[in-house]
Nanobody
Framework: QVQLVESGGGSVQAGGSLRLTCAAS????????MGWFRQAPGKKREGIAA????????YYADSVKGRFTISQDNARNTVYLQMNSLKPEDTAMYYC????????????????????WGQGTQVTVSS
């Protein structure tokens, strides 16, 4: 069982930055992907960034490409999401998730491929 705890959310003005952190209780070599997802009220959960833990390959949704960066630490038990140039439409609850699936990269941002989820951290961007 992998427990995930997100932190780093908050309120920021448009154009600002935040860094989210996801701490995993264990980060075994069975975890193939770590991902960040978000869900705004009334909307579906959206995959925005993922990292293939073995090779460090990263994947991004078009909506955040060039603004957000996912990374993992050397010990591979923490994943970060650096968010720059934030926009009001980035306002959502942000979730970290872990996947044991060995899928193609085009599935890396699909929520059903993930097995463990954190409780989420709120990000609010004001205009």
């Amino acid at each position: 069982q992998v427990q995930l705890v997100e932190s780093g959310g908050g309120s920021v003005q448009a154009g600002g930055s935040l860094r989210l952190t996801c701490a995993a209780s264990e980060y075994t070599y069975s975890v193939n992907y770590m991902g960040w997802f978000r869900q705004a009220p009334g909307k579906k959960r959206e995959g925005i960034a993922a990292i293939y833990t073995g090779q460090g390959t990263t994947y991004y949704a078009d909506s955040v490409k060039g603004r957000f960066t996912i990374s993992q630490d050397n010990a591979r038990n923490t994943v970060y999401l650096q968010m720059n140039s934030l926009k009001p439409e980035d306002t959502a609850m942000y979730y970290c998730a872990a996947s044991f699936s060995n899928v193609r990269g085009d599935r890396a941002l699909v929520p059903i491929e993930y097995h463990y989820w954190g409780q989420g951290t709120q990000v609010t961007v004001s205009s």
